[in-house]
């Protein structure tokens, strides 16, 4: 990978939807979520209300996490961006890390999964 090839994506909000677990052909749980992001930010010098949905999908030891969420819970993700598929372009944060903010039940915080 080039030292200029970063793809990494923070994003902390509310849990508007989650989908069922299932199981990929390879056997790894998979989860859809949808993550409601609501934050003030900066740009140009000015502040700025900033509020964005963003489709998010976790394999493994995320997803298995995430079944624990129940919509509302506030949670942070990390991971990267991809398209969703070859025919449809639109990105998709694919999760490899999920924390209960403070104030949830479980506070569980996950490892990257391991690459087998």
Same mark, same amino acid.
């Given at each position: 990978?080039?030292?200029?090839?970063?793809?990494?994506?923070?994003?902390? =909000?509310r849990?508007?939807?989650?989908?069922?677990?299932?199981? *990929?052909?390879?056997?790894?749980? +998979?989860v859809? %979520? &949808?993550? $409601?992001?609501?934050?003030?930010?900066?740009?140009?010098?000015?502040?700025?209300?900033?509020?964005?949905?963003?489709?998010?999908?976790?394999? =493994?030891?995320?997803?298995?996490?995430?079944?624990?969420?129940? *919509?509302?819970?506030?949670?942070? +993700?990390?991971? %990267? &961006?991809? $398209?969703?598929?070859?025919?449809?372009?639109?990105?998709?944060?694919h999760?490899?890390?999920?924390?209960?903010?403070?104030?949830?039940?479980? =506070?569980?915080?996950?490892?990257?999964?391991?690459?087998?």
């Amino acid at each position: 990978m080039a030292s200029g090839d970063s793809n990494l994506t923070q994003l902390s =909000g509310r849990l508007l939807e989650r989908g069922a677990l299932r199981h *990929t052909p390879a056997g790894f749980p +998979v989860v859809e %979520f &949808l993550l $409601a992001h609501v934050s003030t930010q900066v740009e140009a010098d000015v502040e700025r209300k900033v509020e964005c949905e963003m489709t998010c999908v976790a394999v =493994g030891r995320p997803a298995q996490v995430l079944t624990a969420a129940k *919509t509302g819970d506030e949670i942070r +993700v990390s991971g %990267f &961006l991809a $398209a969703r598929s070859l025919k449809r372009r639109s990105p998709i944060l694919h999760v490899n890390t999920v924390e209960f903010v403070e104030g949830t039940e479980n =506070g569980i915080q996950t490892e990257k999964q391991d690459r087998r």
